[in-house]
């Protein structure tokens, strides 16, 4: 989904609302744990630009942007690791009272 200030991937709707995952441009330095980075060929087939990545930690929004591309069923799979992998360590952290929300 393309929006006016960024770029998501839908990877889910529940009672209604998206389950977005933010595209983090090449320009924005700060990588998160969460983040995936795509290659090429997934970039060029989802119509992303090069060199960038998918923060694997989803918020709800609105499908109010553009459809942009689509991105392989390998590649859904993947963000649907990283996901429930960041979701493990964020429980983990805060089982402790050390994670953050």
């Not at 529940?14 to 977005?20: A, D, E, F």
């Not at 930690?57 to 859904?76: D, E, I, K, Q, Y």
């Not at 690791?81 to 979701?87: D, F, H, L, M």
């Given at each position: ?49 090069p060199d960038v990545r ?39 952290e805060n089982s402790f ?5």
């Amino acid at each position: 989904m393309r929006f006016k200030r960024r770029d998501s991937l839908c990877v889910g709707i529940v009672s209604g609302l998206s389950l977005l995952c933010d595209i983090m441009p090449a320009t924005e330095n700060t990588w998160h744990r969460a983040d995936l980075p795509l290659s090429m060929m997934e970039c060029a087939s989802a119509g992303l630009r090069p060199d960038v990545r998918i923060r694997c930690w989803p918020r709800f929004g609105l499908m109010r942007g553009n459809v942009s591309g689509r991105a392989s069923n390998a590649l859904l799979i993947a963000v649907d690791g990283r996901v429930q992998r960041e979701a493990m360590l964020r429980q983990f952290e805060n089982s402790f009272g050390g994670g953050h929300s």
